[in-house]
């Protein structure tokens, strides 16, 4: 079925960071987030990743070296992790939008010559925290490759946070409002990690693509482990600073 066809290309990895354009997809998400969708206004992400978590532990592989590799994770440690997180987040207060939730370069497009940019492919779109977004769309950065060297730096964040929350006016933008997006963002980034994670345990059983969901199951839950130490601090200093301030 063809709904409408698009002169544009497919963006990559790369172009996303170039500032120009990441302005711009700031801008499209800030308009995108506003947009009222009838039906339940309830946050999916951990609806989901709960029903992910309980999928993804109950499963068995015909595969032998399969269900080796899949019998090395400890799902009592990840479900702490997934508990620890959801109540750190529900401290930060995130709005909840109608959210892209799959944000990569592949569902970006753009017309060179007119400069316009298109937010395509909506099948995981769903009323869902702000922070999810963008921190899902900045884990992006890493490419089909996942190279998380690649992840937005605190300068390119901002620039791209101003860009989302003032778009015609990014200068305007507070430090204590872009502090604030900042830590969400980086918080709910976290929660991107396993969502992905325990979505590519299930696809390692169920789907026909040949691709390795096992492998990036520890891809993105050890880039989570990597990163909750330093994510953590920062979310909790910003909150303890924010009661006592």
């Given at each position: 079925m063809v709904q409408s066809f698009i002169t544009a290309r497919t963006l990559t990895p790369l172009d996303m960071r170039r500032p120009k354009l990441a302005a711009e997809i700031a801008k499209q998400l800030s308009i995108f987030h506003q947009v009222e969708i009838p039906g339940s206004k309830e946050p999916q992400l951990w609806n989901d990743i709960f029903k992910f978590f309980q999928k993804a532990s109950a499963l068995a592989f015909d595969d032998g070296e399969k269900q080796r590799k899949y019998e090395t994770i400890s799902f009592e440690e990840v479900h702490t992790e997934v508990i620890e997180l959801k109540e750190l987040t529900g401290r930060l207060d995130a709005p909840v939008v109608f959210a892209h939730n799959d944000l990569l370069s592949g569902n970006l497009m753009l017309n060179d010559e007119?400069?316009?940019?298109?937010?395509?492919?909506?099948?995981?779109?769903?009323?869902?925290?702000?922070?999810?977004?963008?921190?899902?769309?900045?884990?992006?950065?890493?490419?089909?490759?996942?190279?998380?060297?690649?992840?937005?730096?605190?300068?390119?964040?901002?620039?791209?946070?101003?860009?989302?929350?003032?778009?015609?006016?990014?200068?305007?933008?507070?430090?204590?409002?872009?502090?604030?997006?900042?830590?969400?963002?980086?918080t709910y980034m976290l929660a991107s990690h396993l969502y992905w994670a325990l979505w590519a345990l299930i696809q390692a059983k169920m789907s026909p693509i040949d691709f390795d969901y096992l492998s990036y199951f520890f891809l993105r839950y050890n880039e989570y482990k990597k990163q909750k130490e330093n994510c953590f601090l920062l979310a909790q200093s910003y909150l303890s600073k924010s009661r006592t301030g």
């Open positions: 007119e400069e316009k940019l298109y937010l395509i492919d909506f099948e995981y779109g769903s009323y869902n925290y702000r922070g999810f977004d963008i921190g899902n769309h900045f884990n992006e950065y890493a490419g089909y490759d996942c190279d998380y060297s690649l992840y937005p730096t605190k300068d390119e964040q901002y620039h791209f946070l101003r860009h989302y929350l003032e778009p015609e006016n990014p200068e305007e933008v507070s430090e204590e409002d872009l502090e604030a997006l900042y830590i969400e963002t980086n």
